[in-house]
């Protein structure tokens, strides 16, 4: 089995995830598949590693044990990974996707100056909207994708990185904590119908009864910066404020200068997830790992 690192990273896996179906979205195969894994590990060293519960599923004495050794057995081999590529030596162009929201105000310039420090090599940002991404990486385009919505694709593994919260932007001071009905006190800027921010806002506003096309709408546009750039433009009335509805990531700057100002909504917040994506072809290619754990280490 030793030989095989592959069933102990997926019993690695299952044990970090507390979770099969966890475990089966991380590695990109079936559940069925690590369940099989598992009962091959278990068959092996005759005795039991995982036992199920209602919460999750919890590691035998044995199991924890195994952990300790697989833990181990991983970390020489990563090692050994970065010393077979300092031996290859392989001058690369890495191809990093992002979607206009994190690749304009998440991921800063120095981060991809350290992650090319840490491949030893260059690094090229290739910023669009999630689905363009998706197809990229199933084009071979891209390597590793930045996405804030999973645009589900079999072909692909998706890694929970960043939660961002969307709140209510205005270009004047407006209460901090905001009742539906004073949401038609404003001129708005939405985004345009296909975007992810979009099905964001309009899951909360068909609980709260409204709509984006029953406000008085300025315009639609299709991506953060443009609506970024329209409400500073835009003429500043406190008796009719502009308002959007945007990421904090994206205003972190803005609201501190004072240039605009952010609300929540009452009883409810907008919430997403961002994605690391890559394509299951990669999921051993030592590079996308290391780019990969770099960036869910916390680095970018």
């Not at 369940?35 to 278990?42: D, L, R």
């Not at 081999?77 to 010393?83: M, P, V």
Request: aromatic share 8%; hydrophobic share 40%.
């Amino acid at each position: 089995m030793l030989k095989d690192f592959v069933k102990l990273e997926t019993f690695l896996t299952v044990a970090r995830e507390r979770s099969f179906s966890k475990a089966s979205a991380k590695l990109g195969i079936s559940q069925p598949a690590v369940t099989q894994q598992i009962k091959f590990i278990e068959k092996y060293l005759a005795c039991k590693v995982i036992e199920r519960k209602k919460n999750g599923i919890k590691l035998t004495n044995e199991g924890e044990e195994l952990y300790k050794v697989a833990t181990r057995l991983e970390k020489e081999i990563h090692s050994s990974e970065q010393d077979i590529l300092k031996i290859i030596n392989k001058e690369i162009t890495f191809r990093l996707g992002a979607s206009y929201t994190i690749g304009t105000y998440v991921i800063p310039g120095q981060c991809l100056n350290t992650v090319a420090d840490a491949i030893n090599n260059s690094v090229k940002l290739d910023i669009d909207v999630s689905d363009g991404i998706v197809e990229k990486l199933k084009d071979r385009k891209l390597d590793v994708g930045l996405i804030e919505s999973p645009v589900m694709d079999n072909e692909l593994i998706y890694r929970e990185w960043l939660e961002d919260e969307l709140v209510v932007v205005s270009n004047v001071p407006i209460p901090k904590i905001l009742k539906t009905e004073e949401l038609y006190d404003f001129d708005w800027i939405c985004r345009n119908e296909g975007s992810h921010t979009r099905r964001v806002v309009t899951e909360v506003f068909d609980e709260l009864g409204v709509s984006c096309k029953s406000f008085n709408v300025l315009s639609e546009v299709s991506n953060t910066t443009t609506v970024l750039q329209t409400l500073k433009k835009s003429e500043r009335k406190q008796e009719r404020p502009v308002v959007s509805i945007l990421s904090k990531h994206a205003i972190m700057d803005e609201v501190a200068n004072g240039e605009l100002f952010e609300a929540k909504l009452r009883g409810f917040t907008m919430t997403r997830k961002f994605f690391i994506v890559y394509s299951k072809e990669n999921k051993h290619n030592a590079y996308v790992d290391k780019v990969v754990n770099y960036i869910l280490a916390g680095h970018c």
